[in-house]
């Protein structure tokens, strides 16, 4: 059990050094961006941000990262700093009305990273977890009971 917890940091480590963020996967968790992403995970890293590309973000006040596409980028020309409007590829309107509160763009702060490819069904244990509670409890006393098992051999 311990060569697989060790394992799976190690892999996970290494997937933060090739994309350059802490978070490297993120699970697509809603139907916002079918046909063309059916809940898959997302690879991330912070290159710049384009119209049409695909992002990982943040919004002030809600705890899970937003998969969806960029659809306006404004860059300020006194600042230089960014705007970013998304929109999921499966909704009708733009994202503010997800965001926080009288804000009408993201900045380069909201944003973890950009999508780079994804892994169809892989999600789908996280998925199935975060739907129905009882299979992770089911799937924590399975793993106890493993560990206990081995533990007295």
Known sequence: MGMILTSALI?????????????PVVVVLSGSMEPGFQKPVLHKNKDPIRTGEIVVFNVDGRDIPIVHRVIKVHERQDTAEVDILTKGDNNLDDDRGLF??????????????????????????????????????????????????????
């Open 100 to 153: 926080a509160q009288g804000q009408l763009w993201l900045q380069q702060h909201h944003i973890v990273g950009r999508a780079t490819g994804y892994l169809p069904y892989a999600g789908w244990l996280t998925i199935a977890m975060t739907e129905k509670p009882v299979l992770k409890y089911l799937l924590i006393g399975a793993l106890s009971l493993v560990v206990v098992g081995t533990s007295r051999e």
């Open 11 to 23: 892999i996970w480590k290494g997937l933060m050094l090739v994309t350059g963020s802490e978070s």
